[in-house]
């Protein structure tokens, strides 16, 4: 039903949506992430305000394009904004992604504030291979917020995942996203300088969250902001291997993306039973 | 009275003394911009230090070149602090700015702090248009923090607020300073990239401090840190079209900046009346 | 017992094991530099996880390789994170490196904290002069958190905090590292930026943590932390000159560094008694 080239042909309309209206895009993310992350959304053609606190945060999700909640550094304060604004979220019908920072067993008060937040149903769940299996109940390993499984060992797992969210993104060398509409979309791009730059993943979240703005579909969102990422990173990625000037220059490369650029994305849907890529 | 080439000496005096003196900048402010108007304020050549708890905010106040406050992501704590900085500032005669970032109907908690914090009478307040506008009483748009109105489009509003401040900042393509000693201020220049860095504004709010810690005129330190500003930006522009790389080239050029430069600035006097640019 | 080649053996053997087992850093740190340490710690090899709040502070501490505290921006709730981590990290016997980020009389609160979190016997206490001096009880000025003394001058006084801590690391333009297993050690390098650059000193006890997690010495550790950060400055300062680049330079310095590199470093013994500059 889907091909890549309709596929790709939709992500470029959301892009231009992307650029025309700039939607106001609702941040709660963590004190690493929170600089970085307002800077990405803004590069993408997106307006980002981090409204973290419980006094504001209802009233603002509801007048938001869309909703990102990450869990990084929660603070009592910043923990009873998030759920204030997913209420405000969901009574508005603002759509929200859910970015479970540090999910697992160590980490078990933030666990369980992640768990009361799935009860209300975000729009996509992002997030690294580790968090992922961790929130399907696997038994699961990380190194603190880091991954230490690779992305495909999250997929099976992630499947259940969807009674919970009609999209599940896992973000690693190849970014795989899982939802009814589309399959499992599998994403590979990027550059291996990613990891060594802290809150990739964060700024990612909101980019889901922007892009979610301007679609009806959560995993079309979801497969377009990972498409942006991963073309911005190889771009960046040809400017140079410092870890220092990559991030500005992905900076600057997700600015200046062009439409076009998505026809060179590396996409294809997997058949879940056989574990395999197909092209599409 | 004072004509276009007065202001640019004084400018330029207090230029040096920011360098000489290195004035201790005591900011409080959101977490998307700590790190980045820390690192504005070293640049231009004062000395930042981000003392935000209720607890020592008061003394710290007291012994500081200037205080600077920004409601960008407020907490209780952050708020208490607010109050108690700006105590502190009163009582020893710390100049004070006030950022009023989000201010207006959908963020009502953050306003209310700041209707409050007007009462302290801040040596400057600076905000953009939307926010601006708002704080004068005015039925008011933003896009969460940024503006929606032109800078020119708050500047009869901002004339009321002349009653809760001597100098009131509006930035924006063009920046108007009004105050009773000068005037309507317009400085023209910067950068179309600016907007499309995070924190811009609230950086500039600690630069218009700075500046108040080694100038007797808040007016005066308004106009040379909007200077100060505008000419690093257009430097900066004129190296990259990145907004990743002018954010670094940015940096760059506020401490690179020489007195000379401020010759260049696009400086000129508004009648209030006629709303016409006349030159000084 | 130690001359300067015996000891970048066994620095570049520590570098090696960074490399190679990519330990968990738990930082606690403030609002300005917690983007910037943790792009710091992946820069030099290792993984950071800022787990700042009482809930999971003290778990989360007894399986990290290492700790690092930071009073930059002390929040209620991040003082009791704090207590709660450097329980758990002498629980577990993880090492954990004390920053007294803003110590002496003007910020008491802080101070305080910092007091008592000493009684709990850090591996490492790192700070500038300012702070060293007034933490060993010494009248001290500083201007904001920024040190208004040398680095020696503050030499005599680190004395005593050996009876605290058997590592104290005095940062500045030559940084002094002071431990009855290798008497005082000196080295200088680093760059004249340095100080243009906000965090850089909350980054290098993040480092010193780092370094401790993959060392059984915590002398060895805090040496070995200022010498990967001392070249990458100076290999950084020679790229450009400018503020905003030279921090961007300085974590590709930090990620490009090689083992051989450490052959280059200006490394002292000092005879105490003499203050003067013995070559090992």
Request: hydrophobic share 45%.
């Amino acid at each position: 039903m889907h091909n890549k080239t309709d596929i790709i042909e939709q992500i470029q309309d959301l892009w231009q949506h992307l650029q025309d209206q700039q939607p106001l895009v609702h941040c709660i993310t963590n004190s690493v992430a929170s600089n970085f992350a307002a800077n990405v959304v803004l590069a993408i053609g997106a307006s980002p305000a981090m409204i973290d606190n419980p006094f504001e945060a209802e009233q603002f999700a509801q007048i938001a394009g869309a909703l990102s909640i990450n869990t990084g550094t929660p603070t009592t304060e910043q923990t009873q904004a998030m759920f204030k604004a997913v209420k405000g979220a969901n009574t508005a019908g603002t759509p929200w992604v859910l970015d479970p920072v540090g999910y697992g067993a160590i980490l078990s008060w933030r666990s369980e504030t992640v768990d009361d937040l799935l009860t209300f149903q975000p729009h996509i769940i992002r997030g690294n291979a580790s968090e992922i299996a961790a929130l399907a109940g696997n038994q699961s390993s990380a190194k603190g917020v880091d991954s230490t499984l690779q992305s495909d060992q999250a997929l099976q797992h992630a499947q259940s995942l969807l009674n919970s969210s009609p999209c599940i993104a896992i973000s690693g060398a190849t970014d795989y996203i899982l939802s009814q509409e589309f399959g499992i979309i599998a994403i590979t791009g990027g550059s291996v300088l990613q990891p060594k730059v802290t809150a990739m993943g964060c700024a990612l979240g909101a980019v889901c969250a922007a892009y979610h703005a301007v679609s009806q579909s959560s995993a079309l969102a979801a497969i377009a902001a990972h498409c942006h990422f991963a073309l911005a990173a190889q771009n960046a990625a040809e400017q140079t291997h410092g870890i220092g000037s990559f991030q500005v220059a992905f900076l600057d490369a997700l600015d200046q993306l062009k439409p076009e650029d998505f026809n060179h994305i590396d996409l294809k849907r997997i058949d879940p039973k056989h574990s395999q890529l197909n092209s599409l």
